[in-house]
């Protein structure tokens, strides 16, 4: 018994066939691709932030929020190797299941909070009373 980790086994035609799902392995090219875009995607909104380029305070944590989506998307695709082609496409279809039941929950919950927020009772103004 080997513990080869990456066994190629040929069938009667001659044809090799990788045994574990056609998962791809990165080069030192995407890794580095990979660490490039990670610097600029985490570079861009601590500079944004700390220097106060853009003075809306919601329009910087929106954009800070993008930039972290982008940023997810690029660990998973150069350092997870996710992709629709490893493990026959079950890889990404977890992904997808994985956020949108995050999106229902965050969605749920702020919703829930928003609501709760709402129908508090109204704060009385306390410096008129006698």
């Known amino acids: 018994m080997t ?5 190629v086994h040929t069938d009667a035609g001659g044809h090799g066939h990788d045994v574990h799902g056609g998962a ?4 030192l090219k995407s890794y580095l691709i990979g660490f490039g875009l990670s610097v600029i995607l985490t570079a861009v909104p601590f500079w944004l932030v700390m ?13 800070v929020l993008v ?6 998307v690029v660990h998973m695709v150069y350092f997870l190797h996710m992709n629709t082609r490893s493990e026959n496409g079950w890889t990404m279809m977890a992904m997808i299941f994985t ?25 009385h103004d306390m410096s008129q009373m006698p």
Do not use: E, Y
């Not at 513990?3 to 066994?7: I, M, N, V």
């Not at 791809?24 to 080069?27: D, E, F, K, T, V």
């Open 99 to 123: 956020v949108v039941m995050v999106v229902i929950a965050l969605t749920g919950s702020l919703w829930v909070m928003h609501h709760l927020n709402v129908n508090m009772m109204p704060v």
């Open 3 to 7: 513990t080869d980790s990456h066994a």
């Open 24 to 27: 791809a392995h990165g080069s």
């Open 51 to 63: 220097t106060g380029a853009i003075t809306d305070k919601a329009i910087t944590a929106l954009i």
């Open 67 to 72: 930039l972290a989506a982008i940023q997810i």
